[in-house]
């Protein structure tokens, strides 16, 4: 439909808002809808003028103080859309600050995506531009966006500026895992600890490591649902303006050619995104929020996708945790379209595959050079070989990952059970049943935990610990740090912050609150992982295991704490596992559902 048309309302194609302020079928209705969008100044000849009406759903606040600079940049949104012949209606959607929620920030996701898939299809809306940012406001969005299927863009709000204390890059949230061991190893006290990890969150915006927020806006960028280039561009920057100005013009066009989620989030899109993920270094909790969405939009994503397609990539840029530069040197570096076309030039890359721009992602990022060598790697040059996740299965769980790419070769050595199989290792479990368990007993010197011992995290998956934690990465005992021994392979139904780096097993399905057989182990047992053959298994006979389940089916079941607000109870009936998605099992019947109004 050409521009004009739209704008006055005489296409073929009548935009889905003048059902509320120009249906003359239904005068009453749309004298209502009509008087109260007028009251603070709107005019009828605007609603009425077949402009699109374009919603700008605003994941910032003083509570959200990761995406709240959004409150600045929706300005320009909205100069944006007004420019190129819209009309900008602003919205709030539920805020979800990662470090502030308890007891989860993942708990928030589905509930924000719920509140938005509400919003986009009860009201005036033809287009809207997502304010993604903070780890989980971009899966909820995105969801949010697949469900109903309105034309959408994202607009990332840009990681914070560089953290800097005595001369060195001090990440967001990385740091905290070093200062840990610092002041468990008795280097710095309190006062030390909390200036140490403040020096790294210097300015507005989100996480500048590669921890989820990094990993999913990247990720967005990579589906074709933001314009190319912009993910990485620090949230102070004037370039972020710059590019709010042109994500406002941009949706406006989108509604004009009526280019939808389901037209850009297609199977290639995603399959593009596992493959940049595994370049990237990117989160463990990007399986998650993929499969949730592509469920959502309804394409055929799975975990083994993951290891086919992710895991051979090798790591090709330099950022913390896996390496040492964080988020404006990213964006120096040549940021998404960068990695792209490394990638690319090896034929990994789906060229295809449509984007928000009305390009493809082929054409958006063709030759995009790599402006510095030491942040972004070339292919042939790569930080790591094999940087992607593994999917291990066993009599431990249906499924869980794992990233290789962060086992050290002095942890292969410390667990070999078999120089000639360095993949494979055995150790003795020692559980735990939530985080507040953990806290309460690993410096106990009870527990006796050795050096080739494996530390379990149960009890935290979506249902035993309401959004699943991100807890499976923990210390050893400090008497251990003390030695040396800074890390111990962990094993959780739980989840793992982006920006930790540790060798954990995490996500496994079904969680130990659902019946998986992490309920049933015991601090003793001995655990065997064989990474080469995807396997992880308890080396107990099976008429125990068997004899353990009835036990605890007698008993009830595992036991986990009492919902503590009605949304963890709702969730709790109706969340899937981690391995497909954590998402609300229910929700996933209704899709395109705007197509329906
Ligand atoms: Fe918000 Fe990391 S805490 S992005
Ligand atoms: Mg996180």
């Known amino acids: ?28 209705m749309t004298a209502l809808y009509l008087e109260r969008y007028l009251n603070f100044g709107l005019s009828r000849e605007e609603l009425q003028s077949g402009k699109p009406i374009i919603g700008i759903a605003q994941s910032g606040s003083d509570l959200s103080p990761c995406n709240r600079h959004h409150m600045v940049l929706a300005e320009r949104v909205r100069e944006g859309i007004r420019t190129a012949g819209g009309i900008a209606i602003e919205f709030p959607v539920h805020p979800i600050q990662e470090t502030g929620k308890r007891p989860t920030a993942g708990l928030d996701r589905n509930l924000a995506y719920l509140g938005l898939v509400e919003l986009l299809y009860g009201y005036p809306l033809d287009g809207v531009v997502l304010t993604i940012g903070c780890d989980k406001t971009t899966p909820a969005m995105l969801m949010a966006a697949a469900t109903v299927n309105i034309p959408a863009i994202a607009l990332s709000v840009g990681p914070m500026l560089n953290g800097w204390h005595k001369g060195e890059r001090t990440g967001s949230g990385t740091i905290v895992w070093k200062a840990r061991q610092m002041m468990a190893a008795g280097e710095i006290d309190y006062k030390g600890f909390i200036d140490l990890v403040a020096s790294s969150a210097p300015s507005t915006g989100y996480c500048n490591t590669m921890g989820t927020a990094t990993t999913m806006n990247s990720l967005a960028e990579v589906l074709g649902m933001q314009l190319p280039g912009s993910a990485a561009i620090p949230a102070p920057y004037r370039e972020r303006q710059q590019v709010a100005y042109e994500t406002g013009k941009r949706i406006v066009g989108m509604v004009e050619e009526d280019l939808k989620p389901s037209d850009i989030m297609t199977r290639d899109a995603f399959l593009n995104a596992i493959v940049v993920n595994s370049a990237i270094g990117g989160s ?65 890359i789906r060229e295809g595959a449509m984007t928000a721009n009305g390009r493809t992602i082929g054409e958006n990022c063709r030759g995009k050079a790599i402006e510095m060598p030491e942040v972004i790697r070339t292919f042939d040059n790569p930080l790591k070989p094999e940087a992607g996740f593994i999917v291990l299965r066993g009599s ?33 479990a020692i559980v735990f049943d939530g985080p507040e368990d953990y806290h309460h007993r690993i410096d106990d010197p009870a527990l006796d935990i050795g050096k080739t011992d494996i530390l379990v995290m149960r009890g935290t998956g979506p249902i035993g610990y309401p959004g699943a934690a991100e807890v499976v990465n923990m210390r050893p005992p400090a008497y251990l740090i003390k030695q040396g021994i800074t ?27 659902a019946g ?41 079941g595992y036991v986990y704490p009492p919902s503590q607000t009605p949304w963890q109870e709702i969730q709790r009936r109706m969340v899937g596992q981690l391995g497909d998605g954590a998402v609300l099992e229910p929700a996933v019947q209704f899709q395109r559902i705007a197509e329906t109004y």
């Open 516 to 556: 998986g057989n992490l309920a049933i182990l015991r601090t003793g047992d001995r655990l065997r992982v064989d990474l080469k053959r995807g396997r992880a298994d308890i080396l107990i006979a099976p008429a125990e295991i068997d004899a353990r389940r009835r036990a605890l089916e007698t008993a009830g």
């Open 1 to 28: 439909m050409a521009k004009d048309q739209v704008a006055q309302g005489q296409g073929a194609r009548r935009l889905r808002s003048q059902e509320w302020f120009n249906n003359p079928a239904n005068a009453d």
């Open 396 to 428: 431990l769980f249906d499924n869980a990952i794992v990233k290789t790419s962060v086992i050290s070769p002095e942890f292969r050595d410390r667990f070999l059970s078999n120089p000639d199989d360095p993949d494979a290792f055995e150790g003795r």
């Open 487 to 513: 890390v111990l392979p962990c094993i959780g139904d739980g989840r793992q912050s982006g920006t930790s780096g540790s060798p954990s097993i995490l996500n496994a399905s079904p969680e130990a609150a």
């Open 284 to 348: 463990t909790n990007a399986p998650i929020h993929l499969v949730a969405i592509a469920r959502h939009v309804g394409v055929d994503l799975t975990l083994d996708d993951w290891q086919t397609h992710g895991h051979k990539i090798p790591l090709l840029v330099n950022l913390q945790p896996a390496g040492e530069y964080l988020g404006e040197d990213y964006h120096h570096a040549g940021g998404v379209p960068a990695v792209v076309n490394q990638l690319m030039q090896q034929g990994l």
